[in-house]
Each structure stands twice: as C-alpha cells, then as structure tokens.
C-alpha cells in the first residue's frame, strides 16, 4: 500500500496560487514526496475566502479541506515547528503543521518541519494507517 500525505498551507493574506505551489513543490522536492502520493490540501477555516490558496489547490489536482479552528488546536501539541507570533495569532504554533495533522488523522505524523518559502509554509504529514 502506498503511503499518502496531506499537505498543509500556512500563509499571509493575499498569497498568490503561484506561491502557493512553489511552497507545496518545494515541500515535495524536500522531503522526496510525489504529488501523486498528496491525497488533499489543507488550511484553516478562516483561510477559506484565500484566493490563491483555493487556486493552488485546484492547480494541483488537489481537494481542499477547510479544517475547524477546534481540529488546528487539537493537533498542536503534535507539531515539531512553533512561532510565538502564530500562536498569538492563530492559537496554534505552526498552522501548516496543525493543518496537515488534522486532516491525517490522529495517528498522522510529520514528515518533517514545515517548509518555508516566503509568506507560505507547507506542511507534510502522512495519513494514518486505516488497517
């Protein structure tokens, strides 16, 4: 069975689908993950009217998943990256890690710290096993 993955997008407002995908392709080349393998996109719920976000998501093929502020802050503990600036303002410490996780499953796990390319980051986190 091959392993799937969520990738998590963390971002400033007003990002582009290109900045986006750059941050998504860089996150892959980094960690030798396939798009193929990347079953969904995930991002805050707040982060929904996110133009670029949505663009991307569509770009790559990929399904995007709003994720409940209640999901980002149960997923917290588990991510490897924290910014004091995002906690204060998204109560999480990494919203792309947070992201990824939720949406993987309680059992996910990161494949690494998130992947930083400007005002984007992207997280990978590997879905849990459903057997």
């Given at each position: 069975?091959?392993?799937?993955?969520?990738?998590?997008?963390?971002?400033?407002?007003g990002?582009?689908?290109?900045?986006v995908r750059?941050a998504?392709?860089?996150?892959?080349?980094?960690?030798?993950v396939?798009?193929?393998d990347?079953?969904?996109?995930?991002?805050?719920?707040?982060?929904?009217?996110?133009?670029?976000?949505?663009?991307?998501?569509?770009?790559?093929?990929?399904?995007?998943?709003?994720v409940?502020?209640?999901?980002?802050?149960?997923?917290?503990?588990?991510?490897v990256?924290?910014?004091?600036?995002?906690?204060?303002?998204?109560?999480v410490?990494?919203?792309a890690e947070?992201?990824?996780?939720?949406?993987?499953?309680?059992?996910?796990?990161?494949v690494?710290?998130?992947?930083?390319?400007?005002?984007?980051?992207?997280?990978?986190?590997r879905?849990?096993?459903k057997?």
């Amino acid at each position: 069975m091959t392993t799937k993955f969520v990738a998590g997008i963390g971002s400033r407002r007003g990002v582009t689908a290109r900045e986006v995908r750059a941050a998504v392709e860089g996150a892959m080349a980094r960690y030798e993950v396939k798009l193929c393998d990347i079953s969904l996109m995930a991002t805050p719920a707040l982060k929904g009217s996110e133009a670029g976000i949505m663009t991307a998501a569509l770009d790559l093929g990929l399904l995007l998943v709003m994720v409940p502020q209640a999901q980002m802050e149960a997923a917290a503990a588990r991510t490897v990256s924290h910014s004091d600036r995002v906690v204060a303002l998204m109560g999480v410490p990494s919203v792309a890690e947070a992201a990824a996780l939720a949406v993987a499953g309680r059992r996910s796990s990161l494949v690494g710290p998130r992947f930083v390319l400007g005002s984007v980051t992207c997280a990978l986190a590997r879905e849990e096993d459903k057997t």
